[in-house]
């Protein structure tokens, strides 16, 4: 656990148990062993809310005797088998121990686990985790499972941590009714009756790295609506499944998505996933980044459920949900925080993509109007920056705090042509890739040619906003320094006199003196793109 200043040190006073070492660690055990493929079949009782399943395990290990498997109670497991052969296992709350026997080096083992039980309901989805047991207007069943924060291991067994994800993929075969249509990520590959039963089997497969949070079953009287984008890799199969009844509803709202991938391919560079399609998935809950099987629970509004979360009247001209959830695509999905601590690496990013998408179509005045409109929200409360190793987040800050950090440090850039060079460079560096916040903040410094060091630290590791603290001295020359801030932060800012004279000042800790040579300063703003606050002191 790493401490950055007193903000962050009372952050991560808080007391942690076993288990939350357990379900956050990176190190130790879990890093002796890396997982290839899941491969997951599931057959849920509609009726009974209850799951039972069998998940297959490719995965290599160094000379380790014990693997962890996460599995969340109530769920059990009920049998082991490594290469087809029983192995014994114990339970320590959320977590599995599993025998291997002897210590040796393992390629492509596999481990076959089958399991049961009645998986955590959500109270609240999506941010309250859990299965989402529901029915459609008629009545029939409509069913998905909502678990970032909480786990992929509250409903099946896995190695519960974002640091691992199989670089083979997955796979997620489900039962259900034939009356029914079961959807999960990537594409289907299999569409089977079941002999004797009016049940069928549906199984889809991701071939890209996918992170266990993201691996969701969607259930329900689904009707599949098809197109194609056109774009830097190729023809991407665009899928969208949505409830028998709206499909008009959809082919109006829809058209979002293009414009989406048109935006942010010149951002952020290719979708990452084309070998697994994009798909939009009507959800009984708000809206989740569920890779290339975005969940959808707009009820078919312009913004945030037909509000502007900026306060602008801009996000009223797009869905808001089709723009954020897949901007995770990008941040979220394919660049991937290891620990928790860091998801404003996932959120920051995905908000500031919310901006980009405006100014692609409207214009850089617009869209930092938005971003700006957005700093209302923010509460200063704990660092954005979680505690690593213990499954733990930060601020909800991330999202509009973060975004507002990578739009101050464009300003600092002052290169628009670089800051996109930067985005893409990001993600064709660490596409597919876990990372930590060092990663990204050494990338941007080398990348921008900045100093951001010190900007990082303030902006992410604590709750101070900077202060540049402004003193008139006479009609021509005023005083700046910064207040509030780490040591060493020395971002210059860029000011405006008079309404039309442009200058960049560059403050430290240190009392420095700017002389107007063009007349009398009447007026002095700081430009609006910098998050920081402004002090007037007089003499």
């Avoid at 288990?19 to 899941?38: A, M, P």
């Avoid at 067994?157 to 009356?179: H, N, R, V």
């Avoid at 089709?322 to 925080?337: A, K, L, P, R, V």
Wanted: glycine content about 8%; proline content about 4%.
């Amino acid at each position: 656990m790493i401490s950055f200043g007193t903000a962050t040190s009372m952050a991560q006073n808080s007391k942690f148990s076993r288990q939350d070492s357990l379900r956050g660690n990176t190190g130790g055990l879990r890093k002796e062993w890396n997982v290839k493929k899941y491969e997951i079949e599931i057959k849920p009782n509609l009726e009974k809310h209850t799951l039972s399943g069998k998940q297959k395990i490719t995965f290599d290990c160094n000379k380790i005797n014990t693997l962890q498997i996460d599995l969340q109670e109530p769920m059990i497991i009920d049998q082991v088998e490594l290469m087809e052969k029983p192995v014994t296992f114990y339970r320590e709350g959320n977590v599995y121990w599993v025998n291997l026997g002897k210590k040796r080096k393992r390629k492509n083992s596999v481990l076959t686990i089958r399991f049961h039980g009645k998986p955590k309901e959500a109270v609240n989805p999506p941010w309250d985790g859990g299965w989402i047991w529901s029915k459609d207007q008629n009545g029939k069943p409509f069913v998905s499972v909502a678990c970032q924060g909480l786990g992929a291991s509250s409903w099946f067994p896995c190695k519960d941590s974002q640091a691992d994800e199989p670089e083979w993929g997955s796979t997620l075969s489900i039962e259900i009714p034939d009356s029914l249509v079961a959807v999960s990520n990537g594409k289907m590959i299999k569409n089977s009756s079941i002999d004797g039963s009016r049940n069928i089997i549906q199984k889809w497969e991701v071939k890209n790295p996918i992170n266990p949070y993201n691996i969701i079953p969607y259930i329900g009287d689904y009707v599949n609506l098809s197109d194609t984008f056109h774009g830097i890799d190729g023809t991407l199969k665009l899928n969208y499944y949505v409830l028998n009844g709206h499909q008009e509803k959809a082919k109006n709202q829809f058209t979002d998505v293009k414009k989406m991938l048109k935006a942010f391919e010149y951002w952020f560079g290719p979708y990452p996933f084309y070998e697994d399609e994009y798909k939009l998935v009507e959800a009984p809950h708000l809206g989740m980044e569920h890779q290339s099987a975005i969940a959808y629970g707009n009820k078919f509004k312009k913004g945030y459920l037909g509000t502007d979360l900026s306060g602008t009247g801009y996000g009223l001209d797009w869905d808001f949900i089709i723009i954020h959830e897949s901007g995770h695509e990008w941040f979220g999905n394919s660049i991937t925080s290891k620990d928790v601590a860091d998801m404003w690496i996932h959120e920051s990013f995905t908000t500031y993509s919310e901006s980009l998408f405006i100014e692609y179509y409207k214009g850089k005045k617009i869209a930092e109007a938005y971003v700006v409109g957005l700093r209302k929200k923010i509460e200063n409360d704990i660092p954005i920056i979680g505690n690593y190793g213990v499954n733990r987040e930060g601020s909800g800050d991330m999202y509009n705090k973060g975004a507002n950090m990578i739009h101050t440090i464009r300003r600092v850039t002052n290169d628009d042509d670089k800051f996109r060079k930067l985005l893409l460079e990001m993600n064709l560096r660490f596409k597919h890739k876990t990372v930590r916040t060092q990663d990204i903040e050494n990338l941007m410094i080398e990348l921008s040619g900045k100093n951001l060091k010190p900007i990082f630290d303030q902006y992410l590791r604590t709750i101070k906003i900077p202060e540049l603290q402004i003193k008139r001295k006479n009609d021509t020359s005023f005083t700046y320094k910064w207040n509030n801030v780490v040591s060493g932060f020395d971002m210059p800012v860029k000011i405006f006199i008079n309404g039309k004279d442009e200058f960049w000042i560059y403050p430290s800790a240190d009392e420095q003196t700017f002389d107007y040579n063009l007349g009398i300063i009447e007026d002095m703003k700081v430009d609006e793109g910098f998050y920081i606050a402004m002090k007037s002191v007089a003499n």
